[in-house]
Structure formats: structure tokens, C-alpha cells
């Protein structure tokens, strides 16, 4: 609720509620188990991309945060975004450890098609690092490869990679999180229920057992 994680300029954007703001882009996509590390790492800072309806809606958040000088952030219009996809070659489609584009490996309401293939339709998942650089010396034409560890093979042949230190940041693992725990609390509220009317049924078991024992004791007397 409060944005953490993200810049100041997309809190203040998103508290302040502005018409025809829907969300940033890790608001709008789910990302299938496995794959969150190589999302995250093609989309990096565009995560934290502001989609809105039109470049109405746009404008007007940029003209606030300038007047309030609050930081800088980048606005997606739903109605002005278009992308150029294109087809990797066979042979790297048929190439060992190739994954697939991005932009099909998610899930993502169709309204926001042309955004998630403006982010992510000229990047290409591949399984692990060797199998990356083997892709990266066909013809990519302009694709970057994203390994699931998060490596980063770009079409000239730079390779980036590593480890961060503090997770914390990661926006998808913790959105996923927020599920899993939204999932768990239901279980706990179900489970509590089930264990409220199970002690209001034992409570009138046993105040009919009380009952039948006053009646006990009132007959032997």
C-alpha cells in the first residue's frame, strides 16, 4: 500500500491518486514461478514504470511532480505506447536452452499488450549463462538474453551478472509474497471459523451435558 521499495517520485504519484492513473508495470503483470529473477532483470527501473490511459493523464502527473518537486518518474500511456516485435531467427528459437520472448513468458490483462511487448518483446529468456552466450553469437538482431539466474547477454556481446547483496528491492518476489501470504491468511480465517463453530457446538454439548447432569442429581436426591 505504501509503495515501498519504489522511487519517491512513483509514492508520491501513487498516493496522490491522480484520474487515469492505473498502476506501475509490476502492478499489471504476474510472472510465473521460475521466471521472476529473469523478468525483473530485463525490465530493471521499468518495473517502477507509471501506466496511465492517455497522455492526458500523463502530463498532468509530470506538471505536478515538477511544480511539486518530487523526482522524475516515466509515464506509459495505454493509448500512445506501440511496439515493433519481431521474430528471432530459427535458429535461435531451436537453439539449446532458449526459453522463449519475454513478453509471452508473463501474464497480463490484453489491455496492456502494447506495454508489455514495449518492455519486453526484444528480450530473450534463456535457461542458464553458457546456453545464453551460445544464442548471443547467432543472429539476434537487436535482442537482449536474460538468463532465469538474471545474467544479461546483449547483442553486442557484453555480459552482465552477479548477485545482489539485499533482496528487499526485488518488486516481483515480493509481490508474489504479498500473494502467498494473502493465500495463507485466507487458510487461518477459514481455519478459524471451522474452529469458532466448533467450540460453540462443544459449548452446547456441554450445556446439555450439565443440563442432563442437574437432572441426574435432582432425581437421586
Do not use: H
Not at 41 to 52: E, P, R, S
Not at 81 to 96: G, L, Q
Not at 172 to 192: F, P, T, V
Amino acid at each position: 500500500n505504501n509503495y515501498e521499495g519504489y522511487n519517491n517520485a512513483v509514492k508520491a504519484v501513487m498516493r496522490k491518486s491522480f484520474g487515469g492513473i492505473i498502476g506501475t508495470v509490476s502492478d499489471i503483470i504476474t510472472v510465473p514461478d521460475g521466471y521472476a529473477t529473469a523478468i525483473e532483470t530485463a525490465l530493471g527501473n521499468g518495473l517502477q514504470n507509471i501506466v496511465c490511459k492517455d497522455d492526458a493523464s500523463a502530463k498532468a502527473a509530470v506538471s505536478w511532480l515538477k511544480s511539486a518537486k518530487a523526482g522524475r518518474a516515466t509515464f506509459l500511456p495505454i493509448e500512445s505506447i506501440r511496439a515493433e516485435r519481431i521474430r528471432p531467427d530459427n535458429s535461435v528459437v531451436n537453439a539449446d536452452g532458449y526459453i522463449g520472448i519475454a513478453s509471452d513468458l508473463i501474464e497480463y490483462d490484453s489491455k496492456y499488450s502494447n506495454i508489455a511487448e514495449y518492455l519486453l518483446c526484444r528480450v530473450i529468456v534463456a535457461d542458464n549463462m553458457d546456453n545464453a552466450v551460445i544464442i548471443a553469437k547467432k543472429n539476434i538482431r537487436g535482442f537482449r538474453i536474460v538468463t532465469l539466474d538474471g545474467e544479461v547477454i546483449s547483442s553486442a556481446g557484453s555480459i552482465t551478472g552477479g548477485k545482489y547483496v539485499n533482496k528487499s528491492a526485488n518488486l516481483l518476489d515480493r509481490k508474489k509474497e504479498i500473494e502467498e501470504l494473502g493465500a495463507e491468511l485466507e487458510k487461518l480465517r477459514s481455519r478459524i471459523s471451522q474452529l469458532k463453530s466448533d467450540r460453540a457446538e462443544l459449548s452446547d454439548k456441554l450445556a446439555e451435558a450439565n443440563s442432563k447432569k442437574g437432572s441426574l442429581l435432582e432425581n437421586a436426591q
